[in-house]
C-alpha cells in the first residue's frame, strides 16, 4: 500500500503540522516543502540529501532523498525504518560540496502491521549472495566506475585541499619583505603587506595575491592591538594580584588538615590567628552534619567568621572567644551538644557560647546559639569594653542567661558595654524548664545606652525578660510573650531613666523596680503588674492604663512619690485600673479617683514633706481612705472624687467605702448614722432626689442641731471629728 505524506518545515521557524502515523511494511513517501523563515528555500547548492530515522529501539536507519523541487525532497521509506512500532525521529540533513548544510526535525508514529504478515525486507537489503548471483557483473562495472570516480574525486579532494590550506604568518611591512622575512615558505603560508593590506598564499611555487584590506584600516587594528596589548598586561597583573589577594581573603574551613571536625577547626583558628594582614575571612560551608567542637577556641579578631552550618560544641567552658575586634563581620552558629542545658540541672554552670571580649564597630550576626549557661556574653577588661556594635538576633534560647552585656565596676576591671544596638530575632527558653529557676534571664544589661529593638522575648521558664541594672537603656517595640510570673526587671543604685517604648504584650507583663531605680514606660497598653521593695523607686508611666483590678496592680509593694522631686500624677480609671502620668504642675502630684473596687492608702507616715501612697487591696475592700496626710496643696495642685451611689433606702452611711457619696432615693429615706473612717476624713454628700432626710443624733452633727429634708442638688460637708461627722 503506498501512502504519501506531505510535510512543512522551517529552519527557522518552529512547524505545527499532524504527525504523520504508518503502518510497518506500508510503502511510504514523505514529501517535505522547506522555508526558510517563511521564504521558500532554494535547494540549488545542496548536493546531497538524506533522512536519519531514529526508531522506538534507538536504531538508526538512514534513507537517501531525492531533490523533487526547488524546496522540495522525497525520501522513499523500506521496510526496516518502520520495522519497530512506536514514535520516530526524523533528521533531514542538507549537504552541499564542502559538507552539511542544515539539518531538520520532525517525528512520525509507527503502528503494527495488522495483517501480522511479519517482516519484509526493502529492495535495498537482500543479501550478498543474491546481489552476487542476480546483479554480478552490474555490480562489478559499477565497483570499477567507482573506484575510477574515487580517483578523480581523490585527486580533487588533494587539489582542493591544498588549495584551502592557510597557515597565517606575521604581516611584514610590503611585498618585497615577504622573500627576505619568509625565504622558506611551505605551502599554504598566508601573510598581509602592511603598506597596502593586501594578502599572499604560497601556493608551493610562488606567492599569489589573495584578498586585500584597507591600509588605513589595518593601521587602526594594530594600533587596537597594541593598546590591547598593553591593557592586556596590566589586566594580567590585575588578574594575578587579585587571585593571591583572594586567596589571602577567604579561607574554607574544609581546606584545613585534620582528621576530625575539632583539628580543623582548630588549625584553622590557629592559622587566621597567625596572618600578617588582617581582614581575612573563615568559612564554615553548608553541608549535611554538623560540624563538632571539643577544644575551646580563641580569634585574636583581625579576622572576619562566616558560618553557614552550625557547630556542635561537645567541650567545656566558653566554645568560641573573639578578643578585640574591630570593624568585623562575625557570624555564628553553635550549640551545646553534651550536657546541654546543663545549668537547669546544675551540672554546668559555666559554658559560654560565644564571648567578645572588648570588640567595637562590628557587625555581629547570631544566627542560632542555644544550650549553654550563658550563650552570649559582651565582656570587658580594665579600661576597655564593647561598644558600637550592630547585633542581630536570629534564634538564641535555652539558658540561664542568653545574653548578656557585663559590665564590671571592681577595684581590679572598670570597662564598659555601652552604645550597642540588638534587632530582631527571638530570645527565649523552650517549656522543659520547669520549676523556673531563679535568675533565669533573656537580656541581663549591665550597660548604659544599649538599644534594644524589634526582638521577640518569649516563653515561661525564666524569671526575667529583661533585668537592667545600669542607665539610659531603650527597649523598643519588643515582643514581651510570656505569662505573668516574669518581669521586666530594673535594679541597682545606677538604674535610671531608662525607657520601654511599646510592644506585643507589654500589657500583661511585670515591672519590678528595686532600689532607686528609674524607669519610663511610653506607649499605649496596660501594665498588669508593678512589685517594688525599695523605699523611694521612680517609675514613670506615661499613657499606659493598667487593665486588672488595684489588687493585681500593686499586690506585693507600695510606690512613694517625693512632692518636690517626682512630681507625678496618678489617675485610676474604671474598676480601678491606674494610669500614671508625669505632673509640672505642682510640687504634690494631682490624684483623681474614678474606681469602684480596691483600697488607696495615703501618707508614709515620715515627715510632712514626703507624700506617699499605697495601694493595698482587695476587691471586698472597696476604702478610701487618708493617713498622715499634710493637706496642702500648692502650686494649683488638686484632688478630686467622684462620689459614690448610696443604694437606694440607705439609712447608715459606710465610711470605709469612699468619702463622697450621692443619694438617688424613689422613697422617703431617714439617714441617722455612718461607720468606718478616721478622724479627719473629710465627707461630701450630695442630693439627687428629693426624699432623703438628714437626722441630728450622737453620730451626726448638723448645723442648728437640727434634722432636714435635703433640698435635689444640695451639697453637704462633713468632717469627721472624734468618731462623730460634723457638718461644716
Known amino acids: 500500500m503506498q501512502n504519501t505524506f506531505t510535510i512543512d518545515v522551517d529552519i527557522k521557524k518552529t512547524s505545527y503540522f499532524n504527525e504523520p502515523t504508518v503502518t510497518s511494511n506500508d510503502d511510504i513517501t514523505f514529501v517535505v516543502n522547506i522555508s526558510d523563515d517563511g521564504q521558500v528555500f532554494d535547494l540549488a547548492d545542496v548536493t546531497t540529501v538524506s533522512l536519519a530515522n531514529t526508531k522506538p529501539d534507538n536504531e538508526v536507519v538512514v534513507t537517501p532523498g531525492v531533490i523533487s523541487g526547488t524546496n522540495q525532497v ?25 559538507g552539511r548544510v ?20 526493502s529492495t535495498d537489503e537482500q543479501t550478498l549472495i543474491e546481489v552476487v548471483l542476480n546483479d554480478g557483473p552490474l555490480r562489478i562495472q559499477e565497483a570499477i566506475d567507482a573506484g575510477v570516480y574515487a580517483n578523480l574525486q581523490g585527486d580533487y579532494a588533494k587539489s582542493s585541499g591544498d588549495t584551502a590550506i592557510t597557515n597565517w604568518l606575521l604581516p611584514v611591512a610590503n611585498f618585497v619583505a615577504i622573500g627576505t622575512t619568509y625565504a622558506t615558505p611551505s605551502l ?27 591600509a588605513t584600516a589595518i593601521a587602526d587594528v594594530n594600533n587596537d592591538i597594541t593598546i590591547l596589548g598593553t591593557d592586556v598586561s596590566s589586566l594580567d597583573v590585575r588578574v594575578t594580584g587579585n587571585t593571591a589577594q583572594l586567596a589571602d581573603i577567604s579561607y574554607n574551613i574544609s581546606s584545613f588538615s585534620g582528621v576530625s571536625d575539632d583539628e580543623k577547626i582548630v588549625n584553622a583558628f590557629n592559622f587566621m590567628n597567625n596572618l600578617t594582614a588582617e581582614g581575612a575571612t573563615l568559612f564554615f560551608p553548608r553541608r549535611i552534619t554538623q560540624y563538632v567542637l571539643t577544644s575551646s577556641v580563641v580569634s585574636n579578631g583581625k579576622w572576619n567568621l562566616k558560618m553557614d552550618k552550625e557547630i556542635k560544641y561537645n567541650g567545656t567552658g566558653t566554645a568560641i572567644t573573639i578578643k578585640g575586634a574591630i570593624r568585623r563581620s ?6 551545646k551538644g553534651s550536657d546541654y542545658a546543663g545549668w537547669f540541672t546544675d551540672t554546668d554552670l559555666t559554658s559560654i557560647g560565644v564571648e567578645f571580649d572588648n570588640v567595637n564597630f562590628c557587625e555581629i550576626k547570631l544566627r542560632d546559639i542555644r544550650g549553654f549557661y550563658n550563650n552570649v556574653l559582651f565582656d570587658n577588661d580594665l579600661d576597655k569594653g564593647c561598644a558600637y556594635n550592630n547585633i542581630f538576633i536570629g534564634l538564641i534560647y535555652d539558658s540561664f542567661i542568653n545574653i548578656y552585656l557585663k559590665q564590671n565596676f571592681d577595684i581590679v576591671t572598670t570597662g564598659w558595654v555601652n552604645q550597642n544596638q540588638i534587632y530582631g530575632g527571638a530570645i527565649k527558653n523552650s517549656g522543659g524548664f520547669r520549676p523556673v529557676k531563679p535568675g533565669t534571664t533573656l537580656i541581663k544589661n549591665e550597660g548604659n545606652n544599649n538599644t534594644i529593638i524589634g526582638t521577640s522575648l518569649e ?29 521586666l526587671a530594673f535594679d541597682g543604685t545606677s538604674c535610671k531613666f531608662n525607657t520601654i517604648i511599646g510592644g506585643y504584650g507589654l500589657s500583661e507583663r511585670i515591672l519590678n523596680i528595686t532600689n532607686p531605680s528609674n524607669v519610663t514606660i511610653m506607649g499605649s497598653g496596660r501594665i498588669s503588674g508593678l512589685y517594688n521593695s525599695n523605699t523611694y523607686p521612680e517609675p514613670i508611666l506615661e499613657g499606659y492604663t493598667a487593665g486588672s ?51 488607696l492608702l495615703f501618707g508614709s507616715g515620715l515627715s510632712p514633706t514626703v507624700m506617699g501612697f499605697m495601694v ?11 493617713e498622715n496626710w499634710n493637706y496642702e496643696f500648692r502650686d494649683n495642685s488638686s484632688l478630686s472624687f467622684s462620689p459614690k451611689l448610696l443604694v437606694n433606702g440607705t439609712t447608715s452611711i459606710d465610711l470605709s467605702k469612699a468619702n463622697v457619696f450621692k443619694t438617688a432615693n424613689t422613697a422617703p429615706v431617714s439617714i441617722t448614722a455612718h461607720t468606718g473612717g ?51
Open 616 to 626: 493595698d487591696a482587695t476587691p471586698a475592700a472597696n476604702l478610701i481612705r487618708f
Open 74 to 98: 522525497t525520501f522513499v521509506l523500506g521496510t526496516n525504518e518502520t520495522s519497530v512500532s512506536g514514535r520516530v525521529n526524523a533528521v533531514i540533513q542538507l549537504y552541499d560540496a564542502s
Open 459 to 487: 516563653g515561661d521558664t525564666f524569671q526575667h525578660s529583661i533585668f537592667t541594672s545600669s542607665s539610659d537603656n531603650c527597649y523598643i517595640n519588643c515582643r514581651y510573650e510570656q505569662n505573668l510570673d516574669n518581669s
Open 330 to 335: 562575625i557570624e555564628i552558629m553553635i550549640f
Open 549 to 599: 483590678s488595684i489588687n493585681e496592680l500593686l499586690r506585693l509593694g507600695k510606690i512613694n512619690a517625693d512632692g518636690v522631686t517626682k512630681r507625678k500624677t496618678i489617675v485610676a480609671n474604671g474598676d480601678g485600673e491606674l494610669s500614671f502620668y508625669h505632673n509640672v504642675e505642682g510640687d504634690f502630684p494631682q490624684l483623681e479617683i474614678h474606681g469602684r473596687y480596691g483600697q
Open 102 to 121: 542544515s539539518t531538520l526535525s520532525f517525528s512520525y508514529a509507527v503502528k503494527v502491521d495488522p495483517t501480522g504478515s511479519g517482516y519484509v525486507p
Open 678 to 728: 478616721r478622724d479627719g476624713k473629710p465627707i461630701y454628700l450630695f442630693a439627687e432626689d428629693t426624699f432623703t432626710t438628714l437626722v441630728h443624733g450622737s453620730s451626726i452633727k448638723l448645723k442648728g442641731a437640727v434634722s432636714r429634708l435635703l433640698v435635689d442638688g444640695e451639697v453637704v460637708h462633713f468632717l469627721r471629728i472624734n468618731g462623730i461627722i460634723v457638718e461644716v
Open 188 to 214: 599554504g603560508d598566508t601573510v598581509q603587506s602592511l603598506d597596502n593590506g593586501y594578502v599572499y598564499r604560497f601556493d608551493g611555487i610562488g606567492w599569489v595575491y589573495t584578498q586585500g584590506y584597507s
